[in-house]
């Protein structure tokens, strides 16, 4: 059953009007969500809300069926947690404008693993497929908790390959968290896997919320706000990714990124944001090694040889490759992989320092 207060926290999540900052001023002033409602106008005009968001909010008050919204967080199995919560996500608590409530379905315990955020373009290459499945699955088993923002794209493939290795992962979405308006559709099976694996998936937006436009910034403000650092796999010049690095810059954390074609356009905004100082990402070790993650005493890492996280595609190519130059076209035919497929994971390969591109086309496995 949920108190009193906790439905007036719930009631004021759900005005849009009162954003982040508002709520946090008015919270700071009258010191509860019960003194917010019942305050009059002229006393929201004294701490700087117009006239007409304080009449509109009175409006609204009288007229939401909370009652519903009561309904749908217990049936669909919704949980909250306060800004004023010991358990609220403390990186979170700090940042310029925190969420007033978190909705979540799962478990918000981070396990004391490491947090970072991973996003990157819906319109993902093959060369970002390939970052993503060969790098967030070691990060993943190696103490690294990855939060994202479960659109298409790199979102979901950073979920996905988290999961692969039963690793901690939590989404946030820019929608309520009611089956009818999580947000992709698409990937509704996808947040039931993470719930399952002990994850969770969060809201700052209630039930009965859908998925605006104008939600997205907040919801990325979340990503990094809950995060230590961000890694930024590909985005392009004009990437909505772009706009979570800059929040991510201005609330103090790490920006991490791979370098890719300078040709690809997905790659564009990746390549500017290390021209600007972002950490370069060519291997799951650039991330841990920064965080202090010992390999040497690291078991997983540790006891496998470096071969074995090679992909697929690069396990393939590397079989056709020696110290002896190779053409391009030769090892599109030896592989019968398609062209665009050879030529990314060679950039990977190179990026890697595993082989070496000595002109014309020509390829080299480096000793």
Same mark, same amino acid.
């Given at each position: 059953?949920i108190?009193?207060?906790?439905?007036?926290?719930?009631?004021?999540?759900?005005?849009?009007?009162?954003?982040?900052?508002?709520?946090?001023?008015?919270?700071?002033h009258?010191?509860?969500?019960?003194?917010?409602k019942?305050?009059d106008?002229k006393?929201f005009e004294?701490?700087?809300?117009?006239?007409?968001?304080?009449?509109?909010?009175?409006?609204?008050a009288?007229?939401?069926?909370?009652e519903?919204i009561?309904?749908?967080?217990?049936?669909?199995?919704?949980?909250?947690?306060?800004?004023?919560?010991n358990?609220?996500?403390?990186?979170?608590k700090?940042?310029y404008?925190?969420?007033?409530?978190?909705?979540?379905?799962?478990r918000?315990?981070?396990?004391?693993?490491?947090?970072?955020a991973?996003?990157?373009s819906?319109?993902?290459?093959y060369?970002?497929?390939?970052?993503?499945?060969?790098?967030v699955?070691?990060l993943?088993?190696?103490?690294?908790?990855?939060?994202s923002?479960?659109?298409?794209?790199?979102?979901a493939?950073a979920h996905?390959?988290?999961?692969?290795?039963?690793g901690?992962?939590?989404a946030v979405?820019?929608?309520g968290?009611d089956k009818?308006n999580i947000?992709?559709?698409?990937?509704?099976?996808?947040?039931?896997?993470?719930i399952?694996?002990?994850?969770?998936?969060i809201?700052?937006?209630?039930p009965?919320?859908?998925?605006?436009r104008?939600?997205?910034?907040?919801?990325?403000?979340?990503?990094?706000g809950?995060?230590?650092?961000?890694?930024?796999?590909?985005?392009?010049?004009? *990437?909505? /990714?772009?706009?979570t690095?800059?929040?991510?810059l201005? &609330? +103090?954390r790490?920006?991490f990124? @791979? $370098?890719?074609n #300078?040709? *690809?356009? /997905?790659?564009?905004g990746?390549n500017?944001?290390?021209? &600007? +100082?972002?950490?370069?990402?060519? @291997? $799951?070790?650039? #991330?841990?090694?920064?965080?202090n993650?010992?390999?040497?005493?690291n078991?997983?890492?540790?006891?496998?040889?470096?071969?074995?996280?090679?992909?697929?595609?690069?396990?393939?190519?590397l079989?056709?490759?020696?110290?002896e130059?190779?053409?391009?076209?030769?090892?599109?035919?030896?592989?019968?992989l398609?062209t665009?497929?050879?030529?990314?994971?060679?950039?990977?390969?190179?990026?890697?320092?595993?082989?070496?591109?000595?002109?014309?086309k020509k390829?080299?496995?480096?000793?």
């Amino acid at each position: 059953m949920i108190d009193t207060e906790d439905q007036d926290w719930i009631l004021l999540s759900a005005f849009a009007k009162f954003g982040p900052k508002k709520l946090t001023k008015l919270l700071n002033h009258f010191g509860s969500a019960k003194k917010i409602k019942e305050a009059d106008i002229k006393e929201f005009e004294y701490i700087g809300i117009k006239k007409d968001i304080a009449q509109e909010f009175k409006n609204f008050a009288r007229k939401i069926n909370l009652e519903e919204i009561l309904n749908t967080l217990e049936k669909e199995n919704i949980n909250f947690i306060k800004i004023t919560d010991n358990a609220y996500p403390e990186l979170l608590k700090h940042i310029y404008d925190p969420p007033f409530l978190l909705y979540y379905k799962g478990r918000l315990n981070l396990d004391q693993k490491i947090p970072l955020a991973i996003i990157g373009s819906r319109k993902h290459s093959y060369y970002g497929k390939q970052i993503a499945d060969s790098i967030v699955p070691i990060l993943a088993e190696n103490h690294i908790a990855i939060i994202s923002g479960m659109a298409l794209g790199i979102d979901a493939l950073a979920h996905k390959n988290a999961l692969t290795k039963q690793g901690k992962t939590l989404a946030v979405t820019g929608s309520g968290l009611d089956k009818d308006n999580i947000y992709p559709p698409q990937n509704r099976s996808l947040l039931d896997k993470i719930i399952n694996f002990g994850g969770a998936i969060i809201s700052e937006f209630p039930p009965g919320t859908p998925p605006l436009r104008q939600n997205f910034p907040l919801r990325n403000r979340i990503i990094s706000g809950m995060s230590l650092g961000v890694f930024i796999i590909e985005a392009g010049t004009k *990437s909505g /990714t772009l706009i979570t690095c800059k929040q991510a810059l201005d &609330q +103090g954390r790490e920006i991490f990124a @791979s $370098p890719g074609n #300078i040709y *690809s356009f /997905t790659s564009k905004g990746t390549n500017n944001i290390i021209k &600007q +100082g972002a950490h370069v990402v060519t @291997s $799951p070790e650039d #991330i841990l090694n920064f965080f202090n993650i010992d390999l040497n005493e690291n078991k997983t890492l540790n006891n496998k040889k470096k071969e074995e996280y090679y992909s697929p595609e690069e396990c393939k190519i590397l079989s056709f490759l020696s110290t002896e130059p190779i053409h391009l076209n030769q090892l599109i035919k030896l592989t019968e992989l398609d062209t665009s497929t050879v030529n990314s994971t060679l950039t990977i390969l190179e990026i890697r320092d595993v082989i070496k591109h000595i002109g014309n086309k020509k390829y080299i496995k480096n000793k």
